[in-house]
């Protein structure tokens, strides 16, 4: 697979990455580890040198995995992973923390669980307005000049925080989700990000499967699946949102591929600094998610899929009121 550089910080990855979170957390029940372990260790034989994880994904369970998946080849591929929380007396409940006492113990937690002396991408997971951003970028900068840390990323941050932060340690990604049916990041982000020369990793390139067109008004999700609590995955939204996933089925159809791999090819093609970390826990699902990356998308290609999402207006938020107020901060 074609590799990219994440801005001008000069780490190198996959033009893909895995997502691991849902063969943990916010999809259902957690994959069986053997199975889990294989599908990581089956990116990587195909390519994939980035993998994407956080200790709030189980919680600790995902980055376990990853660890154990990964420790083979361990010199050989990019390990990002995410601090900024605690968590309630039932192990679910998510309290932002992002004091410096907490991230260095996070750290050294993580070091355990991944199986390294080094993390690859460290990310700030939400902004924590208790704390100020400086003292967060200050003390990942002392973990990079210690050896824990290699890199400073954040996620779901403002355009101001990142200035911020940056300002500080120079950040090396952002991670936000961005996806034909959340572009948001293109008014000030994506501009920010060129102009600070910060990369960016999309999650939920496919809109957390919508965009595969496998998903219609008739779907139902398990209370453990995310996305039963999410406004934009309500019957009324599926069906009023049908219209842009008939509109990628045409373009894919057209091409000789798939839905999802126009979605992912769209998104590489806007900046060369873009690397998208679909999840899956399916291998067939791996295998047509990295074929986006040989997708080629001409211009006219591109104005097709620009008119076709001009003409489509997406209904439902992304997410529930009680965490909107995390995300831009």
Not at 26 to 42: E, K, S
Not at 130 to 150: F, N, Y
Not at 286 to 291: P, Q
């Amino acid at each position: 697979m074609n590799k990219r550089q994440l801005g001008r910080s000069g780490l190198e990855v996959s033009a893909l990455g895995l997502g691991c979170m849902g063969l943990s957390h916010g999809y259902g029940p957690a994959t069986d580890r053997t199975t889990a372990v294989a599908l990581i260790r089956g990116a990587f034989d195909r390519g994939v040198t980035f993998f994407d994880t956080a200790e709030v994904y189980g919680p600790y369970l995902n980055e376990e995995v990853v660890g154990e998946a990964l420790a083979p080849v361990r010199d050989q591929v990019v390990i990002a992973t995410k601090f900024g929380f605690t968590f309630g007396d039932d192990g679910k409940q998510q309290i932002l923390n992002s004091r410096p006492d907490h991230i260095r113990w996070a750290v050294d937690g993580m070091l355990k669980r991944l199986k390294t002396d080094t993390i690859d991408l460290l990310y700030q997971h939400r902004v924590d307005p208790d704390v100020p951003i400086e003292d967060v970028a200050g003390t990942v900068g002392e973990l990079i000049r210690a050896g824990k840390v290699k890199h400073f990323g954040l996620s779901e941050a403002g355009e101001q925080t990142i200035r911020r932060a940056h300002a500080v340690q120079p950040l090396t990604a952002l991670q936000s989700e961005y996806s034909m049916w959340w572009r948001e990041p293109e008014d000030s982000i994506l501009p920010t990000l060129e102009e600070l020369g910060i990369g960016f990793v999309p999650f939920s390139p496919l809109g957390r499967g919508f965009l595969t067109g496998a998903i219609d008004k008739s779907a139902t999700f398990g209370k453990d699946d995310f996305r039963s609590v999410v406004p934009r995955f309500t019957p009324e939204a599926l069906q009023a949102n049908q219209a842009l996933v008939e509109s990628i089925g045409t373009i894919a159809r057209n091409k000789g591929v798939t839905s999802a791999q126009v979605a992912l090819a769209w998104l590489l093609a806007q900046k060369p600094w873009i690397v998208p970390i679909p999840g899956t826990t399916r291998l067939h699902r791996l295998d047509e998610n990295l074929g986006a990356a040989s997708v080629e998308l001409t211009g006219s290609d591109l104005q097709h899929i620009a008119e076709a999402l001009a003409n489509v207006e997406i209904h439902g938020d992304r997410y529930p009121a009680a965490l909107k107020a995390r995300v831009g901060r």
